[in-house]
């Protein structure tokens, strides 16, 4: 295939390369890139190209596959696009003083949250906080797994609506 002819086919499917490429992409710009991106290495690969294949698929392909490596090397670099704001944790004065008396006083509620507690509750509760499993717990407790799982669920439950109202109280 001559220069020519490359030209005058990748023109006849340059439309549908842009539709293919905006599907995949799902941005206007991003797209153009792609497409742009693919017509230079197609054009570098011409002499791959073999006559009697369907130039289309190939170009399809090409498109396909320069979409997939771009993709797995952004999520190889782990990209983020957020806004700045999220980042004003960043930003902080890395120097400035903690104020460890606010967390001191909600370990301190917490702890007397579970101390709160029923027996039945507390135990099953304290002792997945230390790393058992649902299973071994139900073993050294003697009672089904299920209901270790609801005793559970149930102490976090009470937790979070004790904490959620003395942070109400707090404001």
């Known amino acids: 295939m001559t220069e020519s002819q490359f030209v005058e086919k990748y023109n006849e499917y340059n439309d549908a390369l842009h539709n293919f490429a905006r599907k995949l ?4 710009v991003d797209s153009e890139d792609l497409v742009q991106e693919t017509a ?3 054009f570098r690969a011409l002499h791959t190209f073999k006559d009697g294949t369907s130039f289309k698929s190939w170009a399809f392909t090409i498109l396909k596959n320069t979409f997939i490596s771009k993709y797995n090397r952004k999520k190889r670099r782990n990209v983020v696009n ?8 960043a930003l902080e004065n890395k120097y400035s003083v903690r104020n ?5 006083m909600r370990f301190k509620e917490l702890e007397a949250s579970i ?9 099953p509760f304290l002792m997945f906080v230390e790393g058992y499993q649902y299973n071994e717990i139900s073993e050294i407790l003697n009672i089904p797994i299920g209901t270790v799982k609801s005793r559970i669920n149930f102490a976090r439950t009470k937790l979070k609506q004790n904490m959620s109202v003395v942070e109400k109280l707090a404001a």
């Open 25 to 28: 992409t799902r941005n206007k």
């Open 40 to 42: 230079i290495k197609a």
């Open 82 to 89: 957020n806004p700045i704001e999220d980042f004003t944790f």
């Open 100 to 104: 460890d008396a606010v967390s001191k």
């Open 115 to 123: 101390e709160e507690l029923s027996y039945k509750s507390k135990l």
